[in-house]
């Protein structure tokens, strides 16, 4: 308790902000790095059009996502919730046209994340174990109902998919909008604050009062619309998608995560490092193609990225925890007791 | 004593609603599709449900200290190489087998140290690793090995017990029935139990935890070479991804079988019986003619069924054990927090 105090009193979040800056740092160096061999990489549309397009599904998954590492929980059936909900959608769309096409993406959407919500929280059931078992259950209803053929895109996802404001993609401007809001909710409400009070001690956090089951089935739910709203433009991108493209999406997911300083173990992350963490491997991913190195010698980089990160990460990792504690206390105003505060206007 | 008692008695009732399961199928497919039962249907499940189940058991040590190995699939991937390699060259069974063991070891071994010395959760540990195994194999092979001798597809082809059992069943019986007797009767398997209950108390105790940890992958790994080795000697061509994606369907096994991936608990014939029903899915629902395209979703949904049910055991379980004062719904959480699904010690001497 006393040590707590003390670092209540020290000055803000040092090491916090360190982070971040040490991976816009990589993120700048790299860009640098790879225009400087190839130039093409820094023009506007290679940019726009391959850099930010081809993460842009990954990135909207990662910042839900986030909220749930945060929790200690772990969603592995991102990916199949995307694909199941493209797939219901266009499947839809293909007889009762577009309209419920959507209506029928964003529904599945939904059901999904409130059906890992409700087993994961109601039954008690590690988020490990039930996302794990809906990865299968969601790309194995997908697959048995295209019959593992190929669903296509409709109208309204082909718009969406490949719609630009002067070489500036719709889905960019989708997910600034959603990475704002992302970090306002996880920094600024006591909706946020409940998250990292759940991570470090879920029970004490019950205790005191906090609404943890809706919390947590909400985090799970909102991953679930978020899927959904990847699945439009994942859809409209491909013009086509099979029920398996997004098998390791999840992982691909999990090491933005994990590369964007949030403890896989909870309690611990911001939504800031999540946002540099996604444009670090977009970086990288189109930065090697267009390098010409081939695609395996991108998996073991990234591989190599996500080795390094968590090095990097459990070393530091125990003054970091520190940190966010004192950040968690701090972001509501003063006061140690904004939890108790907090749970009062947690929303539903 | 008597909680224990009760508890002993909850961890029959996992293997035994398996054990009605598994023989509600096969009794199902009896009735409903009799050519089920034909002998080249029979061997082929067997054969799966052997490499299935050799790497659930090694999977299942690991569950058991309450780390996972989401790295399987692509050790196997690897061994599938290896041998394929040395294969290649006329080389018999036994040395390709060991050179596949000491692959799976050795990856597997590494995984182990990269979790204990780094105290980086296995989880994402694995995932880190299965990327850079996964990135290397194009790298070294160009695409597929093919062209394998018969010396190479010999274990598939030609060894058969009695002119019709696969030996992999050989192999798996072997396997099972040595870790039954060695997670039965050993010392070291009761650390490993400490080890996955509750890792301040096993340190306290004089356990080093650390260790254990390390031993539980470095003995999966073997297993895992064992597994890739019958995967890879199916045909005459290896390719780089023949394991990819396998540890899910190892994982789903293994916590079919009931062991709680919180670690503390588990059983091997769990994992046999968890093993034995997901080797049967597919095939039955080929033979009763829905499209197999439904078992991905079949097999998530018995998964989800089998921690579901055990779950709702435990709380009830818990609910009539504690005296809840204020708060209704917190404490049996709070309860199922400290005990997960079937965190009983499962071996009260």
């Not at chain 1, 093409?40 to 998954?61: A, D, H, P, R």
């Not at chain 1, 099979?242 to 090491?255: G, H, P, Y």
């Not at chain 2, 990819?244 to 019986?273: Q, R």
Request: charged share 10%.
């Amino acid at each position: 308790m006393e040590s707590n105090m003390e670092t209540l009193a020290k000055p803000r979040k040092r090491s916090g902000l360190n982070f971040n800056i040490a991976l816009l740092v990589i993120l700048v160096a790299l860009i640098l790095i790879i225009g400087i061999r190839n130039p093409t990489f820094l023009t506007y549309n290679y940019m726009m059009s391959v850099v930010v397009k081809n993460i842009m599904e990954i990135g909207l998954m990662a910042l839900p996502m986030t909220l749930i590492v945060i929790t200690a929980g772990i969603d592995l059936s991102v990916g199949s919730i995307m694909i199941f909900s493209a797939i219901a959608g266009g499947m839809v769309a293909q007889s009762m046209g577009d309209g419920m096409g959507i209506l029928v993406t964003m529904a599945v959407g939904i059901i999904c994340g409130l059906a890992n919500g409700l087993i994961i929280v109601k039954l008690k059931i590690s988020p490990l174990i039930t996302t794990l078992a809906t990865f299968f259950l969601f790309r194995g209803i997908a697959k048995g109902m295209t019959q593992g053929d190929s669903v296509y895109s409709y109208d309204f996802t082909t718009a969406v998919g490949n719609m630009e404001f002067g070489g500036f993609p719709l889905v960019l401007i989708v997910f600034i909008v959603a990475a704002v809001v992302f970090t306002l909710l996880l920094s600024k409400t006591a909706f946020g604050r409940s998250l990292y009070a759940l991570g470090l001690n879920e029970n004490a956090t019950r205790y005191s009062g906090i609404k943890a089951d809706r919390t947590l089935i909400a985090i799970y739910v909102i991953s679930g619309v978020i899927c959904a709203l990847a699945a439009y433009f994942y859809l409209g991108r491909f013009s086509s998608v099979k029920f398996d493209v997004a098998n390791s999406m999840n992982l691909k997911v999990v090491t933005v995560i994990v590369l964007g300083g949030t403890s896989i173990l909870g309690g611990v992350g911001d939504m800031k490092g999540t946002i540099i963490a996604i444009f670090i491997i977009a970086v990288l991913n189109s930065g090697l193609t267009v390098m010409n190195i081939p695609i395996d010698v991108q998996t073991i980089i990234q591989g190599t990225v996500l080795i390094i990160s968590l090095i990097v990460y459990s070393i530091l990792g125990e003054r970091a925890k520190k940190r966010r504690i004192l950040d968690v206390s701090k972001a509501g105003g003063p006061g140690s007791g904004s939890i108790e505060g907090g749970a009062a206007q947690t929303p539903a | 004593m008597g909680e224990s008692k009760s508890r002993f008695k909850k961890m029959l009732t996992t293997e035994f609603y398996l054990l009605i399961f598994l023989v509600a199928i096969l009794v199902i497919m009896k009735a409903a599709a009799p050519d089920f039962y034909s002998v080249n249907n029979i061997m082929t499940v067997l054969n799966y449900f052997s490499y299935l189940l050799i790497a659930a058991i090694g999977m299942n040590l690991i569950i058991i200290t309450s780390n996972i190995d989401v790295a399987a699939g692509s050790i196997i991937s690897v061994v599938a190489i290896v041998i394929a390699f040395v294969g290649k060259t006329g080389a018999p069974l036994p040395v390709f087998l060991i050179a596949g063991m000491g692959t799976g070891l050795v990856l597997s071994w590494l995984n182990g140290l990269f979790i204990t010395k780094l105290n980086i959760p296995a989880i994402v540990a694995t995932l880190a690793t299965t990327q850079l195994f996964i990135g290397a194999l194009p790298l070294v092979v160009e695409g597929s090995i093919y062209d394998l001798p018969a010396s190479f597809t010999w274990l598939a082809f030609q060894a058969k017990i009695f002119g019709v059992i696969p030996a992999s069943v050989a192999f798996a019986a072997v396997i099972t029935a040595g870790f039954m007797l060695f997670m039965r009767y050993s010392r070291f398997s009761k650390k490993l139990y400490a080890v996955g209950n509750n890792k301040h108390a096993a340190t306290l105790t004089g356990i080093n935890v650390n260790k254990m940890m390390v031993l539980a992958f470095a003995i999966a790994g073997p297993l895992y070479g064992i597994c890739g080795t019958i995967i890879a000697t199916a045909g005459q061509r290896v390719t780089t991804t023949m394991g990819n994606g396998f540890e899910m369907t190892i994982i789903a096994a293994v916590v079919l079988g009931g062991t709680s991936i919180s670690g503390g608990s588990g059983k091997i014939i769990g994992t046999v019986l968890g093993a034995f029903i997901l080797s049967l899915i597919t095939p039955a629902m080929n033979y009763i003619g829905l499209s197999s395209d439904w078992s991905d979703a079949v097999m998530g949904a018995i998964i989800l069924l089998a921690v579901i049910v055990a779950s709702i055991s435990t709380l009830t379980k818990n609910k009539k054990v504690i005296i809840v004062p204020d708060q209704g719904a917190a404490s049996p959480e709070a309860q199922a927090q400290t005990a997960p699904v079937g965190t009983a010690a499962p071996e009260v001497k």
